[in-house]
């Protein structure tokens, strides 16, 4: 973490920072100091989960601060985090809230869509992409994705693109970069803005910048699973102070309190208590101080976690490359750099085996596996109360049927790769 970054860190007034919290600072080191130990692992029976906490002593403190300050909702922590995270991806102005799905919704409905107002998002995504499109009065057009990438295709979007066509929400899915020049030159020739999903690629690049630094807007997602965590949370971002204005008020309640123009508008409004002055429809997304508490010292932690996760996919690509013709592995394209949310694979078509085969042994064996995404979103029941359109998902559908991941994390030591290697052996032995 750059030393310019830490200057974005606002001045904190914090109760752990006096003498009389430090036998509380001691005991919560202490107790906390076997916390990353390394514990006991039997390979075929100890459980190699999807993720493992991200969190240590400092953001406990930090949260302890806030509970015996007694200021628990959004405060100081929260808008340090704020700067520091706009600043780390390259956006000017960040909106947290309690989590990327309500940072989704917050950047879609900033755009005030129109009844019939179309936006365009792959089908292979999380329903959180999808539904806000519709909560926020749009209609989700679910387009094809890249078989090799999992991300949404450029030619499928131009394909997709109608008169009532507003905006693109590429999705940065497990952490690997979209083609942001050909979405930006389309969005540009059609007029459309940019909504990047990132809530899974903390610390991705493309071509030299930060993903979440290309569109209109973007968001981010920390929840417990993710690269770094504020327990629940996520934070949707703009280089343009009015629509971070708009985001701030929609965020809590519609009110002009945290706006830059705040005074404008309560000059224009003199009957209204400003306190309870509202200038939008707005939702209550806040999140909590104890989110910005842990926010400030996760971020720091960052590139030395999608460092470690970069790592391991190099080694599981090395070693189960021996199988790439039955499976498809994960790659980077040249000029980005993929973080590695998890660590996708495709059975091929005719492999002597399924999907559902490998992903029952590997969990027999305690790797815990999942499906990549809601799959193919189109055909989930939860799309029958949705006004949607989609054509043409030859590929979402080939990764339903054949894509799974599991997890990649500082918790995969050497003894749960060598591990998680032999199952793939083991496996692959036995079909031969």
Request: proline share 6%; charged share 20%.
């Amino acid at each position: 973490m750059t030393t310019s970054l830490g200057e974005k860190k606002l001045q904190l007034t914090r109760l752990a920072d006096k003498p009389q919290f430090q036998e509380i600072t001691g005991l919560v080191k202490r107790l906390m100091a076997g916390y990353d130990e390394p514990q006991e692992f039997v390979r075929g029976k100890t459980r190699i989960p999807l993720n493992v906490p991200t969190y240590g002593a400092p953001e406990v403190i930090e949260a302890l601060d806030s509970l015996m300050s007694t200021w628990v909702t959004m405060g100081a922590k929260v808008k340090a985090f704020e700067a520091m995270f706009a600043y780390y991806v390259g956006m000017t102005h960040g909106v947290m809230t309690n989590s990327g799905s309500s940072a989704n919704l917050l950047a879609l409905s900033s755009l005030f869509l129109e009844p019939g107002d179309e936006v365009i998002v792959p089908a292979l995504t999380w329903s959180t992409t999808i539904f806000p499109i519709a909560q926020a009065g749009g209609v989700p057009v679910l387009v094809d994705v890249d078989r090799e990438t999992y991300n949404i295709s450029p030619a499928a979007i131009e394909r997709a693109i109608t008169p009532r066509t507003r905006a693109i929400m590429p999705v940065h899915l497990l952490g690997n970069p979209c083609d942001m020049d050909a979405i930006m030159s389309i969005a540009v020739k059609h007029r459309l803005a940019v909504v990047e999903d990132c809530c899974e690629a903390h610390g991705a690049e493309y071509h030299g910048k930060k993903v979440g630094s290309f569109g209109d807007r973007s968001t981010y997602s920390f929840f417990f699973s993710h690269h770094i965590s504020t327990i629940e949370g996520g934070i949707a971002l703009t280089r343009f102070i009015s629509e971070a204005d708009t985001m701030r008020s929609m965020r809590a309640h519609g009110w002009i309190r945290e706006m830059s123009c705040r005074d404008a508008i309560s000059y224009q409004n003199p009957t209204i208590d400003p306190r309870f002055l509202f200038a939008y429809p707005g939702y209550n997304m806040r999140p909590t101080e104890i989110s910005g508490a842990f926010g400030i010292h996760q971020l720091p932690r960052l590139e030395g976690l999608v460092e470690i996760r970069r790592n391991l996919a190099s080694y599981f690509n090395q070693e189960l490359g021996r199988y790439q013709d039955w499976i498809q592995l994960p790659s980077e394209a040249p000029n980005t750099r993929h973080s590695y949310f998890a660590y996708p694979i495709t059975v091929k078509k005719g492999a002597p085996f399924t999907k559902k085969k490998l992903m029952d042994f590997l969990e027999s064996k305690g790797l815990e596996t999942r499906p990549i995404e809601g799959s193919n979103m189109a055909i989930q029941p939860a799309m029958w109360h949705i006004n949607f359109r989609a054509d043409g998902l030859a590929n979402t559908q080939y990764i339903h049927d054949n894509g799974f991941f599991f997890g990649l994390h500082h918790g995969i030591g050497p003894e749960q790769q060598e591990a998680i290697v032999s199952y793939f052996a083991e496996f692959m032995e036995q079909r031969k």
